[in-house]
């Protein structure tokens, strides 16, 4: 059984940066992919980031250029850099995944993810 925490969300002032980890206890033996997702108060739930682990990568448009995801195998964490936070980057971020890899173009579909964080609160003020 995999399992995923969350932790690194935080109160910033818009320009600010923050760094969100997720540590995966348990082990999938074979290619997975991970992703991170993100829900504002009142809007629905959007794809932030993926990545098929040590193959290609995914963002969505408005954090392209300010959001980096990243995997260190070593330390079984997932990461996401994020830097320029502005208000609309507020929301509860939560980290997935799932067995295997999957057409780039999913990487950012909640559907394709079945293991998920509780979620860590990032708050941007203007």
């Known amino acids: 059984q995999v399992q995923l925490v969350e932790s690194g969300g935080g109160s910033v002032q818009a320009g600010g940066s923050l760094r969100l980890s997720c540590a995966v206890f348990g082990s999938f033996y074979s290619t997975y992919r991970m992703g991170w997702f993100r829900q504002a108060p009142g809007k629905e739930s959007e794809g932030v980031a993926g990545?098929?682990?040590?193959?290609?990568?995914r963002y969505e448009d408005s954090v392209k250029g300010r959001f980096t995801i990243s995997h260190d195998n070593a330390k079984n964490t997932l990461y996401l850099q994020m830097n320029s936070l502005k208000p609309e980057d507020t929301g509860m971020y939560y980290c997935?995944?799932?067995?295997?890899?999957?057409?780039?173009?999913?990487?950012?579909?909640?559907?394709?993810?079945?293991?998920w964080g509780q979620g860590t609160q990032v708050t941007v003020s203007s």
């Open positions: 997935a995944a799932a067995y295997g890899w999957t057409n780039s173009g999913f990487l950012l579909t909640q559907s394709k993810y079945n293991y």
């Open positions: 990545l098929n682990i040590g193959e290609n990568i």
